[in-house]
């Protein structure tokens, strides 16, 4: 079934990607474009029409103020946690946040909240796969960086569901990057995934054991990736502009987002070259001309791949084994690619690390084969168990602004705990509780989850009642909570207060908001296909015109496919899709014959065999044969 | 897929409630019973056998994670016998301590010598790092009692395994003939005398920790 398909994400601070498995084997379902990664960038255009990955990037330099990127930062997190961000990243809030909502970005004059751009984003990955299968796709598998708390964990939930996906799981990032590498090697081994993204680190020390992939222990920094390296050498640029040519485009958004680009070119460039030149021009015309070194590059970056070492040390620390323990080490993320960072992780692990599969792919592929799992698995996959852990601990709020742990980090997910609360005061019929996550002995340094009031328990002397209050920590990472009151078996009411959420309600508004873009998308978007589908049979049909089939019909079938090519060629320009689709069924039922004849020939089994070949390296939607209708499920 | 059952975790592994316990053998039937019960292989389950698979496997996990580490798994069989265990994170036994609701430990007596001194070269240290004076001898010495200290941590878990064997002895004694309930009482204590003397030993690291590294 069609609806059936699971399809896996990697939702990308820099770049997302959708993947599918398919004949045992995970592969990246390419953009229309071609290309397998799509900008995590998302841009209003001049008709307030939404542009995501690579047409929204021209946006970003030309109109910064319409666009937006690494959206994935600011995912579940409050105004008052991201002031380092907004000194960094030229994002432009609501003027009228009030204190405690959740983050909304100004789009040119449009505002919306990071879930919500996550959906575009998401919903873009969506159309892909669609596109690709011919068919609508409802169900995925999205990754996160395995440090996101519960609060970037639900808001990227959110995001799949206001993009008309459901999530049947949220997987850690280099989880699912050891999901897609173990495919091969199902015997016992001890692995380290190193993974430096964009926006993120981890680091995860998983067991393999025939099939079970077990993470023992997980540690990493949510602010820790490839932009700090663009940032600190942007602002080194600046600077230099400054001192040296006594230009200030410090604020100019502009001149700092084509600057951003020169340097990202230059960072990439210095993975395979020993030296990189930054040149471009300043607003006044000035010429900015420096030549960068590797030696030079790696001096300025070192302090910050240095900061992916106490993580690493940290997990092998908690899994309680020595770097000479470690069998395998798999490298992900772009940022992986420099040099720098090779060398680290191979003097850290004093061995040579995988790095066979795309680093920027592997994610993708590793959710697809999670997602396959899923699905009820194939013979790849058969085996295959995922058993992970929570990089965070769960606590609450005790007297006096203490933490008790309730359940500690690098538990194996899922997991529960009871804990038992009584009241203070005679008759009092309410409890308050505050959820917090992370290590400090403080509530206050740790993140906030939620605030329940137990409301609703019987009026009894203090310290009576008894409230049995149940967490449980998802296969996802997402807390859910229960309670009752003991004595009275009653249960009690929870109403829950998201720190940093988005309530159901937003969820389910923004939901029906996203409807009228996707009407308007859809629309749009089966005149596309129908175009390229008219395009596809048109090119049989030239095919079939220069093979010895077409002699064989008769010369009142070849009139008539003559005239319905060209009614179907004088439709195709138009927006009206109906008027396509029937022009090509009725070429296809013209053309009936022809196919047969050509089936029949010596020649279609050459074509035959072309086809199967191409549809095999995964190349855009497999029509069943040449000049027939394809499936596309309306 | 059955609904959960609220079980212990000795019996959710079908395992008799003994202290002694291959952790192979404990792992295969983690292994085991995770590919039975886990979300992920009951994806396509009807909801209420989601709901149990998810129940059931976090119950796994618990049990698991418990039984697996020898302390916790000690800890645990203690508190199944109703053996009340003080001790949580060091802000909550600070807490507990201050409130008066946990009396202040007991020296082990083969320590008292030890602990006596430890204070005395802890306070002395406290001082000095107050008025900015740096004492290398003194802080070697810290170093050496600190070693010692570990030296015994380690011991213990030699105590704690005669301890089980005691407990291990007197479970399967219990299976052709009636234990005295005090037996069991004192088999218990002194499993509670072990641990407890770790945790303390435990607390003097710590605290010699923060004052070595403030």
Known sequence: ???????????????????????????????????????????????????????????????????????????????????????????????????????????????YTPPEISAFILRQLKRNAERYFGAPVTKA?????????????????????????????????????????????????????????????????????????????????THLGGDDIDNLLITIALNDILGDLGIDVRHNGEAVQSIRKDIIEAKIALSSQTEAALDFELPDGTRYQRTITRAQFERL????????????????????????????????????????IR??????????????????????LGAAVQANI????????????????????????????????????????????????????????SVAIHVVQGERELAKDNRSLARFDLKGIPPMPAGLPRVEVKFLLDA?????????????????????????????????????????????DFAKRQVIEARNEANTILAALEKGRSSPAWEQLSSREREDIGKLENALKAVMPGDDYHAIRTAIDALNQATMHLAELMMDSALSTALKGKRMDTADVGEGPAAPHPIAKAEIEQ | MQPPAPVDYFTFFALPQKLNLDSTLLERDFYALSRKLHPDINAKANRQEQEWSLEKTSQLNDAYRTLKDPISRTEYLLRLHGVQLEEQSKAATEEARKSGAMKKPVVPPDLLEEVF??????????????????DPDLARELHNTKQHLEEKQAAMLGDLKSEWDRWDALFDRAVSETVPDTDRKAALDALLAVLNRRSYIRNLLREIDEVLES
């Open chain 1, 1 to 111: 079934m069609a609806s059936d398909r699971i399809i896996g994400i990697d939702l990308g601070t820099t770049n997302s990607l959708v993947a599918y498995m398919e004949n045992d084997h995970p592969a990246v379902i390419p953009g229309e474009d071609g290309s397998n990664l799509v900008p995590s960038v998302v841009a209003l255009d001049e008709r307030d029409q939404i542009m995501v990955g690579n047409p929204a990037r021209k946006y970003l330099i030309e109109t910064p103020e319409r666009a937006v990127y690494s959206v994935k930062r600011l995912m579940g997190r409050g105004v008052e946690d991201i002031q380092g961000e907004l000194k960094l990243f030229p994002f432009r809030l609501a003027d009228d946040l009030a204190p405690g909502e959740v983050l909304r970005i100004k789009l040119g004059n449009k505002t």
């Open chain 1, 141 to 221: 598998v999205i990754t996160v960086p395995a440090y996101f708390n519960d609060a970037q964990r639900q808001a990227t939930k959110d995001a799949g569901r206001i993009a008309g996906l459901e999530v049947l799981r949220l997987v850690n990032e280099p989880t699912a990057a050891s999901l897609a590498y173990g495919l091969d090697k199902k015997d016992t081994a001890t692995i380290a995934v190193y993974d430096l993204g964009g926006g993120t680190f981890d680091i995860s020390i998983l067991k393999l054991h025939e099939g079970i992939f077990e993470v023992i222990a997980t540690n990493g920094d």
């Open chain 1, 301 to 340: 970056i070192k302090p910050i791949a240095d900061r992916t070492l106490a993580p690493v040390r940290q997990a092998m620390r908690d899994a309680g084994l020595e770097a000479k323990q470690i069998e395998e080490v798999v490298l992900v993320g772009g940022s992986t690619r420099i040099p720098l």
């Open chain 1, 343 to 364: 060398r680290l992780v191979e003097e850290q692990f004093q061995r040579i690390p995988h790095s066979e599969l795309n680093p920027d792919e592997v994610v993708a």
């Open chain 1, 374 to 429: 899923l699905g009820g698995g194939s013979e790849a996959t058969k085996e295959m168990l995922l058993l992970d852990v929570t990089a965070l601990s769960l606590g609450i709020e005790s007297l006096g602004g203490g933490v008790v742990k309730i359940i500690h980090r690098n538990s194996t997910v899922p997991e529960s705990a009871t804990e038992h609360f009584t009241t203070g005061v005679e008759g009092q019929t």
């Open chain 1, 476 to 520: 996802n990472g997402i807390l859910h909570v229960s309670a009752r009151e003991a004595r009275s078996g009653k249960e009690a009411e929870i109403e829950v207060q998201p720190s940093y959420g988005l309530t159901d309600e937003q969820v389910e508004n923004m939901i029906l908001e996203s409807f009228d873009y996707a009407e308007e």
């Open chain 2, 117 to 134: 001194e430890l204070n005395m070269q802890l306070e002395e240290l406290r001082m000095e790092k107050k008025m900015g004076e740096d």
